[in-house]
Structures are given as C-alpha cells and as structure tokens.
C-alpha cells in the first residue's frame, strides 16, 4: 500500500465534496494536548499543506480548541487554498439565541478568515434550551451564506432528527465519538445516515491514540487529555491486548499499520467520514493512506468482535488508577 495516494470522497452533494479522511485539529495550539510551541507555529501549518497536497477537503476545527487559537492556526494554513476546504467549526451553545449564535458564527470567520463556513455544527446538546432556539440562529446565517451547511455534534439519533425539525432543512451530520472502542453509532447513526443521505462525522477515530499501537502498559502517553482518560490506565491497556492482537493481525494482512486498519473500520460505511489529529506530517500521511484500505465482512466483523469483548475499567473502578495515574505513580 503507498504511503500517501488514494483518497476518497463523500457521495453526498455538498459545494465541496468531503474527503473521507479529513482532520481534526484540537491539538493545534491546545495545552492539553501538550504538543507545544514549534507543533502550533510549524508543525501544524506543514500538516494542513500535506493534507492540502494529497486531497483532503475536510477540516475540523472549534471556537473552543485552544480558546480560538485552533481557528486562527487552521485559517492562517488554509490561506489561498480556500476553494479546496470543505471547512467545520463549532459553536458552544451557551445562550444559543440568534444574536448570539450568528455574533459567534461571525468570529469564528473572522478567526478562520474566511466568508463562509461550510459546516456550522453544534458542539454539543444544551441539556436546557431546544434546538428550536438555536436553529432560529442558524437559519439566517444560511440564508446570507455565511455558514453553508448546518451539523450537530455528540447528540442522539432522535434529537439529531428534532433539530432537523427545528431547522426546516437537513442537519447534514453529526459528529461524534466512533472508533473500535466506541462502536454505538454502528447500531443507529449510522443506519439512519446511509438511509437519509446524511453524514456521521467521527471524532476521536483511533481513540486519542489508544488504537495506535504505540502505547501499552509500560508506555503510556504523557499529555493531559490522555492522563484524564480512564482508557489509557495500564489495566485497559492490558485487557485491550486481545483487540490490539486481532487489529495487528488485520493490518499485516493489508500491509498496513494498527491505526490505519482502525480508521479503515470506522470509515467502511459510505456514510461515514473520520476526522483524526496528528502529531505529525507522517501521522496524517499514514491516516490519508488509510482511505484506499477495503476491509472484507469477515475483518470487519472480527475487529467488532474483538472489540466487543473488550471491557474497560471505568467509572468509579477507574478512578484509583486514575487518582494514582494524576499523582505520578
Ligand atoms: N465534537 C467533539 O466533541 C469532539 C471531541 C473530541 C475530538 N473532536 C475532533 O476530532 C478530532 C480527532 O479526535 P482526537 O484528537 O480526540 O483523537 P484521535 O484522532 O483518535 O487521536 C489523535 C492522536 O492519535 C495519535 N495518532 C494520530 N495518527 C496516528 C498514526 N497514524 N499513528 C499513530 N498515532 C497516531 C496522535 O497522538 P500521539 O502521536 O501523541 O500519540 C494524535 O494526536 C479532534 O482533533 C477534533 O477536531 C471532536
């Protein structure tokens, strides 16, 4: 398999079309992701030039990433390429009434600089306040063209739908958490994305690094937002062995890498779409060259399956690792 070819595309009519590998970009200029000064200043735009080179459209972005820093990073790489972005922000909806939903969508452009945003998506359900009023927002924001499409994001399958009543029009996607040890939207979004002709966007595609490879129980990843995840305590890492043999497996037999075959899981669906970060210009290589991998059912059913028999601790079983993990022992 080459290191770099092959990208694939959404068949679903949008302005731009949408690569199925895109790229997250909450580690640029994050602290919690801990990748630095030379990562946000040099790194970050030689990523987003390569992804550029080898076809990627989509790019993925939030107000909240790094407090507008992710924004103004992806803006400044993306310069003079507009035309070749299908690009997604993401709005926080505290108080999501029109003036302030359509003032937010106006600093994200401007910290994008851009004109228009492709797609606009709802970081998250307000636990309080309908889709009804937010969407009162959205609306004129489409009709002058400043966002093109709208998408929500961590919501459930009914009140993806509500707030598609609520917008009159299609919420084209809704990003959430998929990966192989988080197979939920297997059972619903999904389904109801390949009979709609709607997207599910995947965040967290190699489980913050977990479906890598590269870390087990003796070498786990420093940086805060992997220290806070019950996942990476060295008990998960060593219960995920049987699912971390079976994703080796699969991936020799493709001559490819752990993560590139869990990424291939993920984007199997015609439907569905992943949005991995990298750490760096070969990460996103190898991640780009993961959309020319067809899995067969057998495969893909084995990785289901070895991932279904994976149990982690979590909850209040994780929290002493997690305590012990905080304190450095
Ligand atoms: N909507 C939401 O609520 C939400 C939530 C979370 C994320 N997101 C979006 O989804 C994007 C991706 O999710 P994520 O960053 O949480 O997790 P992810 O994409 O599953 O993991 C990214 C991390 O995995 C490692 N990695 C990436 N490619 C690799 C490769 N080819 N080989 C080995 N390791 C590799 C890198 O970390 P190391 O090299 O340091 O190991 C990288 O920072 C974010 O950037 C953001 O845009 C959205």
């Known amino acids: ?63 909240i990433y790094g407090l507008g820093r992710s924004e103004r990073i992806l803006g400044r790489a993306i310069s003079g390429h507009r035309d070749q972005v299908f690009l997604a922000t993401k709005i926080l909806p505290i108080l999501p009434v029109a003036p302030v939903v359509e003032q937010r969508a106006v600093a994200s452009a401007d910290r994008l ?27 004129p924001l489409q009709r002058i063209g400043l966002i093109g499409e709208v998408g929500v994001s961590n919501y459930s399958l009914n009140r993806w739908r509500a707030a598609e009543d609520a ?50 129980a003796s070498r786990r990843p420093a940086n805060r937002v992997r220290a806070n995840s019950a996942l990476f305590l060295p008990v998960n890492l060593e219960r995920a062995a049987g699912l971390f043999r079976v994703l080796r497996e699969v991936a020799e037999a493709h001559d490819a890498t752990p993560a590139q075959t869990a990424l291939a899981w993920v984007i199997r669906s015609p439907s569905v779409v992943a949005i991995p970060g990298a750490s760096s210009v070969a990460q996103l290589e190898s991640n780009v060259a993961a959309a020319e991998i067809d899995l067969t059912d057998d495969e893909w059913r084995a990785l289901r399956d070895a991932a279904a028999k994976f149990a982690p601790a979590t909850g209040p079983a994780a929290l002493p690792g997690l305590v012990r993990a905080r304190l450095g022992r």
């Not at 492709?118 to 009804?132: A, E, G, M, R």
């Not at 709609?196 to 190699?206: K, M, N, Q």
């Open 1 to 63: 398999m080459s290191d770099t070819g092959g990208v694939r595309y959404l068949k679903v009519d949008t302005a731009t079309r949408i690569s199925k590998i895109g790229l997250g970009t909450w580690q640029f200029g994050s602290g919690e992701w801990g990748y630095g000064k030379s990562y946000a200043e040099q790194e970050s735009q030689s990523i987003v030039r390569r992804a550029l080179e080898l076809g990627v459209t989509l790019f993925d972005t939030a107000e």
């Open 113 to 139: 600089g851009v004109r228009t945003i492709d797609l606009y998506q709802v970081h998250q359900p307000n636990p309080v306040v309908k889709d009804s009023v937010i969407m009162r927002g959205m609306r």
């Open 167 to 216: 917008l009159g029009s299609r919420v084209l996607s809704n990003q959430v958490r998929y990966s192989l040890v988080a197979c939920g939207p297997t059972d619903d979004l999904v389904p109801y994305a390949e009979r709609s002709g709607r997207v599910v966007i995947a965040y967290s595609p190699l489980a913050q690094g977990f479906l890598s490879g590269r870390y087990d």
